[in-house]
């Protein structure tokens, strides 16, 4: 990874092969891709003890809690760690677990790195890990939607074996999910204290809407971090965040507004980092509208976004183009564009629908008028609002914004019609954890209220099939169904984008956002 994005799409290429690759053996020693190995643990530096790094944090976790619903903030700490990590190109490789193994459908074993001892000393073994993973699955509905766990066996100190309910390709990559991080479960029931984790960071303190300050792990089983601190202050709205990052307050300011990167850029002691993500900016329609149950209407909408123009005026050109839930840097994102079905005046008049003497679409009376909910978390989503709002109205469509502050609990509601959204489609660099949730017809996440057998059928078929080119063929044959019924309108695939201190070093911005904090990231 690096600091521009030319680069990291020059090497898209061996990203596609090496994904390729992820799901294809039934056997994985990851040797060489993992760069915290016991073997390559080195003392403690010395010239660098004093070194500390804050960072402007743009979100304010409940707590540390690993197995809750902060796991992602306590991985982004550099103290938690899991069996399995992805690279930068999205391959599972080695982290606590050194190499593993499928025995049949349902079966995978896993061998586990030696002299790994957790942050209040104990040694991780086998039994702690399965305790953990148990813990973590009671605890986490995502845990427990990943993995599938039927039970977990301890074959040996170093070796433990997974059944799952079911077969389940994915769970490899699955288990690179912040949700499983590793603990001593001991740890949590001591009250006052915080969950002893492998990483090489432990936690020193967490001030609930303030900050997480981790320390140096001197016990740590990898490369020692070369930070003594990294302070984690939450400030959760981006102008504050980059004001801080100017005002030399911070040594980086996480997910600046994109409207302001020409400001860091300017400033001689400041630099964008940024990478590609395997987040998504989309448009959700709510089937159960009577707006929005008739398909014609969503095409209306979905060809009134001018995606290119909201990538070069909004996204500053740190994104690209959505044309389905994944993007292309996955070998399952590579879709065909969906063809148009017709004008706006072809698609309307079809439906009933005519333009009155404002010039403006109504039908048996009623005019044309939505309302589009946006939240203020990822500001550049309201300005695409806006925009969406302004080319709508051009086609003699009202749409009518209301901004809310938890997007997710007024979607649960059902008087909206549209709405801004935002997903990780693709965080564990697999498929089939996003095509469940988000459109099987029995999930909570099916926000959209989206029906339909043939793609539930697809997904079913991915969720037992091994072979890789078999599930990216089936994902390929979902996102077909999908763009053609059209719940959702995916927009763009939005750049990570950080505003750095020059100086900091090993801060590598990461297509998954989960790897902030880091034995390597220094300062000088």
């Known amino acids: 990874m690096n600091n521009t994005k030319k680069p990291f799409r020059l090497s898209l290429g061996m990203m596609i092969t090496c994904l390729m690759l992820v799901l294809a053996g039934c056997s994985t020693n990851a040797a060489g891709e ?12 010395t010239e660098n003890d004093s070194k500390t790094l804050t960072i402007a944090y743009t979100w304010n976790p409940a707590g540390v809690d690993p197995h809750g619903d902060d796991s992602w903030d306590v991985m982004r700490s550099g103290a938690g760690e899991t069996l399995i990590k992805l690279n930068e190109q999205l391959q599972p490789v080695a982290w606590l677990a050194k190499e593993w193994k499928q025995e049949d459908a349902n079966t995978w074993t896993l061998k586990l790195e030696r002299n790994v001892t957790f942050h209040d000393g104990k040694k991780m073994d086998a039994e702690s890990v399965k305790a953990s993973l148990l813990r973590s699955t009671q605890n986490s509905h995502l ?43 001991d740890s949590m029931k001591k009250a006052g ?41 939450f400030v959760t709205d981006g102008n504050t965040r980059l004001m801080a990052l100017q005002a030399g307050e911070v040594e980086v300011a996480t997910d600046i507004p994109i409207d302001s990167i020409e400001l860091v850029e300017k400033d001689s002691k400041l630099e964008v980092l940024s990478a590609p993500s395997v987040r998504t900016h989309m448009v959700l329609f709510n089937m159960n509208s009577a707006l929005f149950k008739e398909k014609a209407n969503r095409e209306v909408v979905d060809q009134a976004i001018p995606r290119e123009a909201i990538i070069e005026s909004v996204m500053r050109g740190y994104g690209t183009k ?73 086609e003699g469509i009202t749409v009518k914004i209301r901004k809310v502050e938890n997007i997710d609990a007024e ?60 599930r990216n063929a089936l994902a390929i044959e979902a996102q077909g169904i999908i763009n053609e019924d059209l719940p959702q309108s995916f927009i763009v695939h939005p750049d990570n984008v950080f505003g750095v201190k020059k100086g900091v070093k ?13 034995a390597d990231v220094d300062i000088t």
């Open 411 to 470: 979607l649960a509601k059902s008087d909206w019609d549209l709405a801004m959204y935002s997903m990780l489609t693709a965080h564990t660099g697999d498929p089939q954890y996003f095509l469940n949730i988000f459109y099987q017809s029995a999930s909570e996440s099916n926000i959209s209220h989206y029906v339909s057998k043939p793609l539930e059928t697809v997904i079913n078929k991915l969720n037992e099939s091994s072979d890789t080119a078999a």
């Open 34 to 45: 993992s760069n915290t190995s016991a073997a390559n643990a080195t003392a403690l530096p």
């Open 193 to 233: 204290s915080y969950p002893a984790m492998t990483g090489a960071f432990k936690i020193k303190q967490f001030t609930k809407d303030v900050s997480l300050v981790v320390e140096r792990y001197d016990g740590y089983w990898g490369q020692a971090a070369k930070l003594k601190e990294v302070t984690m202050k």
């Open 322 to 394: 959505a044309k389905s839930p994944f993007p292309e840097i996955l070998p399952f994102g590579k879709v065909a564009e969906q063809a148009a079905g017709g004008t706006t005046e072809q698609l309307l008049s079809a439906d009933g629908w005519q333009k009155n003497a404002a010039g403006m679409w109504e039908k048996e009376g009623k005019p044309f008028e939505a309302t589009l909910l946006t939240f203020p978390h990822r500001p550049e989503l309201s300005v695409m609002a806006e925009i969406i709002q302004n080319q709508l109205l051009n």
């Open 143 to 185: 845990a427990k939607d990943l993995l599938l766990v039927k039970d977990i066996e301890v074959v040996a100190p170093d070796e433990l074996k997974i059944i799952t309910t079911q077969p389940n390709s994915a769970i490899i990559s699955s288990l690179a999910d912040p949700s499983t991080i590793i603990l001593d479960v």
């Open 506 to 518: 090993g801060f590598i911005p990461h297509p998954i956002e989960y790897y902030y904090v880091t």
